[in-house]
């Protein structure tokens, strides 16, 4: 295609897009089965077979189908106190990943505001701010959830304020760093210029300029999450039981690892195809938002 002006045949330019197609077949079946496990935790009260908190204790530690002693209506089998495990599995699937996801969000938006604040407002508010970022980083995080669960109790909505805190300060120093850059362009200017206010400047030119870097450490941080609420509820500090999640099911099943190893099994399986979709999915987005990595 081209614009004629006059007799002259002017080349129309054409820039790249980012493009979000997924042609590895990696990244297509990761796709595939992270579909998979978000369908089976959102139907989860529907398709689970039994209740997951029904002791049997006639059928307890019962193998899972094709195995001696399995019980047929109990496909993966059944833990120490005879429920059945793929119930468990599902529901555990459904608070593990709602945990993750609102702890995600909430560390998001903390993180996003700060960093707009710290980069717009420069001088001394940045340098608290970053100075409170920093420390966070260097501290272990788990003796910061640690600390919080042992003040606050072990409340589902402390599990979710732990998981909030755990990234809010990687998101906000990426946030200033991207801010920092951006608020010296020319649109930027322009906009103050005409009298916009720092929050309009802020909603309507930064945050859009924000989004895909955002999105993409948010998507990787998602496993990292999984394994964290996994591992505060494998030490008996996340969610409590009778209540499933896939770190409780792992933590209450580790006694009976060595003779009946089904029971640890087919919770932690499931941590681990979480966390590989979320990080393969991740890195196909990350590649295919930088132009950097997309011209390689």
């Given at each position: 295609?081209?614009?004629?002006?006059?007799?002259?045949?002017?080349p129309?330019?054409?820039?790249?897009?980012?493009?979000?197609?997924?042609g590895?077949?990696?990244?297509?079946?990761?796709?595939?089965?992270?579909?998979?496990?978000?369908?089976?935790a959102?139907?989860?009260?529907?398709?689970?077979?039994?209740?997951p908190?029904q002791?049997?204790?006639?059928?307890r530690?019962?193998?899972?189908?094709?195995?001696?002693?399995?019980?047929?209506?109990?496909w993966?089998?059944?833990?120490?106190?005879?429920?059945?495990?793929?119930?468990?599995?599902?529901?555990?699937?459904?608070?593990?990943l709602?945990?993750?996801?609102f702890?995600?969000?909430?560390?998001?938006?903390?993180?996003?505001?700060?960093?707009l604040l710290?980069?717009?407002a420069r001088?001394?508010?940045d340098?608290?701010?970053?100075?409170?970022?920093?420390?966070?980083?260097?501290?272990p995080?788990?003796?910061?959830a640690?600390?919080?669960?042992?003040?606050a109790?072990?409340?589902?909505?402390?599990l979710?304020l732990?998981?909030?805190?755990?990234?809010?300060?990687?998101?906000?120093?990426?946030?200033?760093?991207?801010?920092?850059?951006?608020?010296?362009?020319?649109?930027?200017?322009?906009?103050?210029?005409?009298?916009?206010?720092?929050?309009?400047?802020?909603?309507?030119h930064?945050?859009?300029?924000?989004?895909?870097?955002?999105?993409?450490?948010?998507?990787?941080?998602?496993s990292?999450?999984?394994?964290?609420?996994?591992?505060?509820?494998?030490?008996?500090?996340?969610?409590q039981?009778?209540?499933?999640?896939?770190?409780?099911?792992?933590?209450?099943?580790r006694?009976?690892?060595a003779?009946a190893?089904?029971?640890?099994?087919?919770?932690?399986?499931?941590?681990?195809?979480?966390?590989?979709?979320?990080?393969?999915?991740?890195?196909?987005?990350?590649?295919?938002?930088?132009?950097?990595?997309r011209?390689?």
């Amino acid at each position: 295609m081209s614009l004629v002006l006059g007799t002259t045949a002017v080349p129309r330019l054409k820039l790249p897009r980012p493009r979000l197609g997924i042609g590895n077949p990696l990244v297509a079946a990761a796709a595939v089965l992270g579909a998979m496990l978000l369908t089976m935790a959102l139907l989860a009260p529907w398709i689970a077979p039994f209740d997951p908190n029904q002791q049997k204790l006639l059928a307890r530690l019962r193998p899972p189908v094709g195995f001696d002693r399995a019980m047929a209506q109990y496909w993966f089998g059944t833990d120490q106190l005879g429920r059945d495990l793929l119930s468990r599995c599902l529901h555990g699937l459904r608070l593990s990943l709602a945990l993750a996801f609102f702890g995600g969000v909430f560390g998001l938006v903390l993180g996003v505001a700060i960093g707009l604040l710290a980069g717009l407002a420069r001088g001394v508010v940045d340098s608290v701010l970053m100075g409170l970022a920093d420390v966070k980083l260097s501290v272990p995080f788990t003796l910061v959830a640690l600390l919080v669960i042992a003040l606050a109790g072990t409340a589902t909505e402390v599990l979710l304020l732990v998981l909030g805190l755990a990234y809010w300060a990687h998101f906000a120093r990426l946030v200033r760093g991207q801010v920092i850059a951006l608020r010296d362009m020319p649109y930027v200017e322009a906009a103050r210029a005409v009298g916009a206010s720092p929050l309009r400047v802020a909603l309507r030119h930064m945050i859009p300029n924000l989004a895909s870097p955002v999105v993409v450490m948010a998507t990787l941080n998602f496993s990292n999450l999984i394994l964290l609420e996994s591992s505060l509820s494998f030490l008996g500090i996340g969610v409590q039981p009778p209540t499933a999640t896939l770190g409780s099911m792992v933590g209450q099943g580790r006694d009976y690892m060595a003779s009946a190893p089904w029971v640890v099994a087919a919770p932690a399986a499931l941590i681990v195809l979480v966390a590989l979709v979320a990080m393969l999915l991740g890195d196909h987005l990350r590649d295919r938002v930088d132009a950097r990595l997309r011209e390689r």
